[in-house]
């Protein structure tokens, strides 16, 4: 059995569940059409079934070793901006990220695999998760037995920032860990005329704001990575009002734990003396909503095999500072995290992810199921 050519026997099929997919886009924990879908394939293909929220655990095959393939089915709240036949039905809705393409990649892994079940090495477990996008899906997933008894998993995202059909890969840190803080400094409110009288919180979230930036440029050692961004910043409701409160709110990114204590530290740190300075106040609240994406290396090397001998243009994939819950599933078995390059000039496919014109080049889609049946077939 060769993936490569059983993938191009069904490469118009993956292509219409993907289109398919992106013109019913549902977000996290909502992927109720979604997943009737997939549902409905994997048990007309002899799949094992269990449901987890609006998520699918499918089995087939009776080898002693297990392999887990994963695709996330969740869009965004994005409106869609692209002229193109499959655009997005769901006004506010899109797939800008490209989990409908990683549904119908593992759609068709999972017809490719029946069709072949006789000739399968490993139990083979489908996760069609939802909720990647902020809802920590993979989580509901292993609380709902996703990885018993599996001895390696693999996922595959398709990648903006690779040529088309270029396969990316690398052992150790891949993705960034990911947290969040809210911030509310409390000031003392008062008319703009008499800002004497006032303790004004704007000009204290202001130094706040860029003192942040100096935590990675003078505190974290330049040969380690990490980021802080403010995304959200609201006070007062009238031009001439000093407001008593400022709220902020942002993001930390990190590849290992000492980056995300030291950013965590150093964020309390600057707040307490900023506000201190000027008699005001603060509340901040911190949390770390996922790991790094840490890829074991044995499996990374796996996967570079598999794809070589396809005959696959494979490259070490660039560190990013994007996260993706991916991670739960690698802190608890070995694994890898896969990038399926799709940027393709000569079609207009360059936007980033999350961005309203955000598309994917089709044509290679084949390659990503051929890849992930390589993986099933493999004995490990």
Known sequence: MNPLEEALKIKEQIIAWRRDFHMHPELGYEEERTSQIVEEHLKEWGYKIKRVGTGIIAEI???????????????????????????????????????????????????????????????????????????????????????????????????????????????????AGVGKFDVKIIGKGGHGALPHETIDPMPIAAQAILAFQTIISRNLNPLESGVISVGVIKGGNAFNIISGEVEMSGTYRFFNTETKDLIEKRINEVLKGLTSAYGASYELKVEEIGPPTINDPKMAELVKTIAKRMGLNVVEAKKTMGAEDFAFYLQKVPGAFIFLGTKNEAKGIIHPHHHPKFDVDEEILHLGTALEVGLAFETL
């Open 61 to 175: 095959g009776n080898g002693t070793k297990t392999i887990a393939l994963r695709a996330d089915m969740d869009a965004l709240p994005i409106q869609e901006e692209n002229d193109v036949p499959y655009k997005s039905r769901i006004p506010g809705k899109m797939h800008a990220c490209g989990h409908d393409a990683h549904t119908a990649m593992l759609l068709g892994t999972a017809k490719i695999i029946a069709q072949h079940v006789d000739e399968l090495p490993n139990k083979v477990r489908l996760v069609f998760q939802p909720a990647e996008e902020g809802g920590n899906g993979a989580l509901k997933m292993i609380e709902g037995g996703a990885l018993e008894n599996v001895n390696a998993i693999f996922g595959i995202h398709v990648w903006r920032n690779l040529p088309s059909g270029v396969i990316g890969i690398r052992d150790g840190p891949l993705m």
